[in-house]
């Protein structure tokens, strides 16, 4: 492990334009259940019953009561881990440019990142089905669901549900960025939501260098991942950014 982290420092402490591909498992330190895998939420509910975009429509109230409202209590308490805050120091040292994120929580902005790509949307940011009109899910009573905009409309989360396009600049600019990079790190993510899975693949074709972590294997682990590191994210991507601080503190 100590081996991999240092052979993971060399790269990253000499890329010019490293970018992270982010999955729920960075935010399982922090309280957040993933989708996938042990304690996941689909070991409790059905994704197709729940959080496919005809079942919000047809049904939108058990859709806030059983997914919206519990994922909501999760992230309420949230705050960013040692991962999170990792990549922030790993962009303030000038070596991470960009963050993908395929989570809807908003913590790697919380904790600083400053180029934040959020994939699937934004959980805390509610848009009326009816008006279109924006309001904070901070601002909004829970206590009748779903809850309405104040034209009657039903208000509906600003993140994707299953069956959705991925918001079009957010496509556009994280190909982009995963076409321009030079190393790719990909972490706590099961690499099976497309279309986000193919951002590693990318970033592959155009030569970068993919280094993943995530404790179990994934499906980019035998086939395009340079450097898997098996491991949590709280607890390596500091270990790695340490590293990587010390060797430019050499230079
Ligand atoms: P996923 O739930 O499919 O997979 C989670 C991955 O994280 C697994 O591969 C697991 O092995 C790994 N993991 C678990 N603990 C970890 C840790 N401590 N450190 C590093 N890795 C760890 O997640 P996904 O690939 O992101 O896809 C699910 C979709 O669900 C995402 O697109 C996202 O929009 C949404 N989601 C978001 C959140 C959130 O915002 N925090 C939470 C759940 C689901
Ligand atoms: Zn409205």
């Not at 895998?37 to 059905?46: M, V």
């Not at 899975?197 to 155009?206: H, L, R, S």
Request: charged fraction near 20%.
């Amino acid at each position: 492990m100590a081996e991999l982290i240092q052979r993971a420092a060399d790269i990253l402490a000499t890329s010019k334009s490293a970018v992270v591909l982010t999955g729920a498992g960075i935010s399982v330190e922090s309280g957040i259940p993933p989708f996938r895998g042990k304690g996941g939420l689909w070991e409790k509910i059905d994704p197709m019953r729940y959080a496919h975009i005809n079942a919000f429509l047809n049904d939108p109230a058990t859709v806030w009561k059983v997914l919206i409202k519990e994922m909501k209590q999760a992230l309420d308490r949230a705050r960013p881990n040692a991962g999170h805050m990792g990549l922030v120091e790993l962009e303030r040292l000038g070596i991470l440019k960009t963050v993908i994120t395929q989570n809807v929580d908003g913590l790697h902005q919380m904790a600083g990142n400053k180029d934040v790509i959020e994939f699937h949307g934004n959980f805390a940011r509610l848009r009326c089905l009816d008006c279109s009109r924006h309001i904070e899910m901070a601002k909004v009573s829970l206590a009748k669901l779903p809850p309405r905009c104040r034209c009657g409309g039903i208000l509906r989360p600003c993140c994707i549900f299953f069956g959705e396009l991925i918001p079009h600049r957010a496509l556009i600019r994280s190909q982009q960025a995963s076409a321009d990079c030079d190393v790719m790190l990909v972490i706590g993510t099961s690499a099976e939501v497309q279309p986000a899975a193919t951002m590693p693949f990318i970033a592959k074709d155009n030569g970068a260098f993919i280094i993943e972590i995530n404790p179990e294997p994934t499906p980019l682990t035998a086939s395009i991942s340079n450097l898997p590191v098996m491991g949590r994210a709280g607890t390596i991507v500091p270990r790695l950014v340490e590293e990587v601080r010390r060797r430019l503190a050499q230079v």
